[in-house]
C-alpha cells in the first residue's frame, strides 16, 4: 500500500540565500600582481583582496565593488590614482568594452612576462620546474578566425563581440586583431544582418580565411527562406565569400547554401581544401612558427605520429621529412586531409586513421613502431593518450596545447614516465588576451 507523503515531507521551494551587501562608495586599493584570467590583484589598506579587471602591477585605483567572484571582490575601475609602471596606452577604441581583449594596458615586456608566467605557474602546481623560453609574439592584424555575436529583440538588431563577461553585445566596426579581409567584412555582416535574421534571439557568425577567401558559418534562429538565400548569393558575390553554411541554432553539423569557390590553405607547400567550419590555428604566423620549432626538433625520425592532426596544420610539414600517421576524431577533417595529400602526390608518406583518443587512445604496440608523436589536443588536454605515451620508449615526444593547466598535468603523466622536459615555447597565438599557446618538447634516452 502506498502512503500519501505527509505536509512535513513534501517538497518545498528552496529557501533563496541572501548575498552578502558589497562594500559601497569608492575604495583605495593597490594592486600586486596579475591573476590568470588577467585580472588585477589587488588589496585595500584593510587587506581585503579584490579583482580588478584591466589594472596592472603598481597601479593605486579607486575602484567600485561591482561583484563576488568565490570569496574575493571584482572592483571596476573609477579612477587611476598612481598608474604602475607597466602600465601602457591601449590601441583600441573598445577596449574595456569589448571581451575579446583584457591585456591592452601591459606595455611590451610586462606582457611578454606575464604569458611566459602562466606557463611556468602551472607547470610548478603540477611541482614541475622548467625554463622557459621568451614568447613567440604574434603582433596585431593576424587572425584569420572570428566568431560574431549577434541579437535581434524586436525590431532592434546588435552586431559585434560580447562584452568581458557578460551576454551584452558590444558593437564595433573594426577589430586590430583580424586579419584586413576579416576587418573589412564587419561592416558588410552588420549591414546583412536585417536581410537574414528574421527571427528573435541570439546568434554567431563564424568566419575563417583561407588563402584568399573566407568560410562564413551563420548559425541564427530559423532557417533560411528563399529570400534570404538570394540576399546571401548576393553578400557572398560581394564580399569573396567562398562558402556560406547555416547552422539552425547552433546545433547540429553546419548545412552548406552557398559554394562558390573552395576555401583552401597552404600547410607546408601543400594546398588543403578545408571542409566546412574548419579548425584553424588562429593566425598563419603563429603556424609557421609552431612548424619551425617542430621540424627544428626532428632529427633522423623515419615514422611519425600526428595525433589530433585536423585538416593537416603540421602533418604536411612532417611528412617532408617522414612518414606520417595522422589520427583525429573529426571523419571531416580526415577526409580533407586524405584528398589534399593525394593531390599533392603525398599519399604514399602521409596515412590516416578517425578514432576517438579520448575514449580509445593509442597504446602498447601501436605505438611501438613511431620514432616521434606530436600531439595537439583541444583545450581540455589529452590525459588518457598522455598515460599511454608516458608508457612508451618513442624517443622524441613534441606537445603542442592551448591551455596551460591541461598541458601541465599531461606534462607531469609524460615526466612520471620518464620523459624529459627539454624546451617549452609560449606561442601568443591569442594576442591580448589572457590565453597563451605553448610548445613543448620532451625526450627519453
Excluded at 186 to 196: G, Y
Excluded at 384 to 394: P, T
Aim: glycine share 8%.
Amino acid at each position: 500500500m502506498t502512503r500519501s507523503p505527509s505536509r512535513h515531507h513534501r517538497s518545498r521551494k528552496p529557501t533563496k540565500v541572501k548575498k552578502p551587501p558589497l562594500p559601497k562608495g569608492l575604495i583605495e586599493v593597490t594592486v600586486h600582481a596579475i591573476g590568470a584570467k588577467g585580472d588585477g590583484l589587488a588589496k585595500d589598506r584593510e587587506d581585503v583582496e579584490y579583482f580588478v579587471p584591466y589594472s596592472t602591477q603598481g597601479d593605486v585605483l579607486e575602484i567600485r565593488c561591482l561583484d563576488k567572484r568565490g570569496d574575493v571582490y571584482v572592483g571596476h575601475i573609477e579612477n587611476i590614482i598612481t598608474p604602475g609602471p607597466e602600465r601602457s596606452k591601449a590601441p583600441c577604441p573598445y577596449y574595456t568594452q569589448c571581451g575579446g581583449c583584457s591585456l591592452q594596458h601591459l606595455n611590451g615586456k610586462a606582457y611578454g612576462q606575464w604569458k611566459k608566467e602562466r606557463i611556468s605557474e602551472a607547470l610548478n602546481r603540477m611541482g614541475i620546474e622548467a625554463e622557459i623560453d621568451d614568447p613567440v609574439l604574434i603582433p596585431q592584424g593576424q587572425r584569420r578566425r572570428a566568431a560574431f555575436a549577434v541579437m535581434k529583440k524586436g525590431k532592434k538588431i546588435v552586431f559585434g563581440f560580447n562584452a568581458k563577461s557578460s551576454h551584452r553585445i558590444e558593437e564595433i566596426d573594426h577589430c586590430l586583431l583580424l586579419t584586413q579581409p576579416l576587418d573589412h567584412l564587419i561592416q558588410a555582416l552588420r549591414a546583412l544582418m536585417p536581410h537574414v535574421m528574421k527571427q528573435e534571439g541570439r546568434g554567431d557568425i563564424v568566419v575563417n580565411y583561407g588563402d584568399d577567401t573566407c568560410d562564413v558559418v551563420f548559425a541564427l534562429p530559423g532557417r533560411p527562406d528563399l529570400k534570404v538565400h538570394e540576399k546571401l548569393m548576393t553578400f557572398a558575390e560581394q564580399n569573396n565569400i567562398g562558402r556560406m553554411s547555416w547552422q539552425e541554432n547552433a546545433k547540429g553539423d553546419p548545412e552548406i547554401i552557398a559554394q562558390r569557390r573552395h576555401v583552401e590553405v597552404t600547410f607546408a607547400q601543400t594546398k588543403v581544401e578545408l571542409p566546412a567550419n574548419p579548425f584553424l590555428q588562429p593566425s598563419k604566423m603563429g603556424e609557421e612558427a609552431m612548424t619551425g620549432l617542430v621540424l627544428q626538433a626532428l632529427e633522423t625520425e623515419k615514422k611519425i605520429l600526428d595525433l589530433y592532426c585536423g585538416c593537416g596544420s603540421f602533418t604536411f610539414a612532417l611528412a617532408q621529412k617522414a612518414i606520417v600517421h595522422g589520427v583525429e576524431a573529426n571523419p571531416t577533417a580526415v577526409k580533407a586531409l586524405e584528398l589534399s595529400a593525394g593531390r599533392g602526390a603525398m599519399g604514399g608518406r602521409i596515412t590516416t586513421e578517425v578514432r576517438d583518443l579520448t575514449r580509445q587512445p593509442l597504446m602498447g604496440k601501436e605505438l611501438e613502431k613511431f620514432d616521434a608523436v606530436l600531439f595537439d589536443p583541444p583545450r581540455a588536454g589529452a590525459k588518457e593518450q598522455a598515460e599511454e605515451l608516458a608508457k612508451s620508449n618513442i624517443a622524441l615526444i613534441i606537445a603542442v596545447s592551448c591551455n596551460p593547466t591541461t598541458f601541465a598535468r599531461d606534462a607531469a603523466a609524460l615526466i612520471e614516465g620518464g620523459y624529459k622536459l627539454e624546451k617549452v615555447v609560449p606561442i601568443d597565438q591569442f594576442t591580448w588576451s589572457a590565453h597563451v599557446e605553448v610548445l613543448a618538447i620532451f625526450r627519453k634516452d
